[in-house]
């Protein structure tokens, strides 16, 4: 158990729908990120929040955001939703921002299927 | 483009032999390399990293050597058992970026007993 907690773990949808996924880092992590896993493709960085601001951005569509609340934990909403959006979603945390690599623990990820 | 490759999908070993997973780059500025582990159902986890100033790093059965001049690293698993049959990922990341890491699409290790 990484002690990163990812909600729902499994949700299934429809096109042009609205969802958003939920994550709560481990205790003490202030860096969470958001990861893509679509079939046979490796985890795409999506977006990366430290203490509540945007810190990084990958390839994020403008239909997905994200934010990190006061309390740490991080929610990525995807609008607007399209066939090609079924994924894996990962989130990860950490404990620092930048300056050196910081070893990301990975939540269990969400499983996002888009009918 | 990718810019880190791991060209087999997959890899059927025995157990008590050695598994190889092998990785490419194209970036020149990696210069910190990890391997994740990942089972059915969990997300990844940290394996073994390397920084570009070794060549070598080993942590038990597990061994991760960087080639930098072939911008190529592979992971060696010795004695292979049964229990590391998982999808293991292989991730750069550059110090003068973001570090956030780039994987690539992972390879799919079954140890046989």
């Known amino acids: 158990d990484s002690g990163v907690t990812q909600t729902p773990k499994h949700l299934i949808t429809a096109t042009g729908q609205r969802v958003t996924l939920r994550c709560s880092p481990r205790s003490g992590d202030l860096s969470v990120y958001w990861y893509q896993q679509s079939l046979d493709q490796g985890l795409q960085f999506l977006i990366q929040y430290y203490n509540g601001e945007e810190r990084a951005k990958g390839n994020i569509l403008e239909r997905f955001s994200a934010q990190q609340f006061p309390d740490l934990h991080s929610e990525l909403n995807l609008s607007s939703l399209e066939l090609g959006d079924s994924a894996l979603y990962f989130c990860?945390?950490?404990?620092?921002?930048?300056?050196?690599?910081?070893?990301?623990?990975f939540g269990p990820g969400t499983r996002l299927t888009v009918l | 483009d990718q810019q880190v490759k791991q060209n087999s999908p997959s890899l059927s070993v025995q157990e008590g032999r050695i598994s190889i997973l092998n990785c490419d780059y194209t970036n020149s500025m990696f210069d910190y390399f990890l391997w994740y582990k990942k089972y059915p159902a969990e997300g990844p986890t940290f394996l073994i990293s390397?920084?570009?100033?070794?060549d070598k790093n080993e942590d038990g059965r597990f061994t991760v050597f960087l080639n930098k001049s072939a911008k190529h690293l592979s992971l060696h698993i010795v004695p292979s058992q049964p229990g590391d049959s998982a999808v293991y990922f292989c991730a750069a990341s550059a110090s003068g970026g973001s570090y956030i890491p780039t994987f690539g699409r992972g390879t799919s290790l079954i140890v046989h007993p």
């Open positions: 390397i920084s570009s100033i070794k």
């Open positions: 990860a945390s950490s404990v620092w921002a930048s300056g050196s690599y910081n070893e990301q623990f």
